[in-house]
Nanobody, 124 residues
């Protein structure tokens, strides 16, 4: 079992940048595929980015491709989401999630463990 805690959210102007972190405790993070999802008010949770156990493969939603980078440091048990050129439509609660068994990166149902989320608000 792994516990996940996100941090780094906040209020930023459009065009700005934020780096989210997801710190894991419990089982070694390297055992898990990792993903970032987000949920805006009144909308379903959606996939943002995913990364393989070694960090060698990354996956992005079309809506963020080119503006977002997911990375991981297994030695630090931490996953990151660097977000640049932020837009008001990026406003949401951002969640990191861990998948032990290897399902589809972009499917929330593939992930067994979730953090509590961190709020990102982008003002226009």
């Amino acid at each position: 079992q792994v516990q996940l805690v996100e941090s780094g959210g906040g209020l930023v102007q459009a065009g700005g940048a934020l780096r989210l972190s997801c710190a894991a405790s419990g089982r070694t993070l390297g055992s898990y595929r990792m993903g970032w999802f987000r949920q805006a008010p009144g909308k379903e949770r959606e996939f943002v980015a995913g990364i393989s156990r070694s960090g060698g493969r990354t996956y992005y939603a079309d809506s963020v491709k080119g503006r977002v980078a997911i990375s991981r440091d297994n030695a630090k048990n931490t996953v990151y989401l660097q977000m640049n050129s932020l837009k008001p439509e990026d406003t949401a609660v951002y969640y990191c999630a861990a998948d032990l068994y290897g399902g589809s990166y972009d499917s929330s149902s593939a992930y067994e463990y979730w953090g509590q989320g961190t709020q990102v608000t982008v003002s226009s």
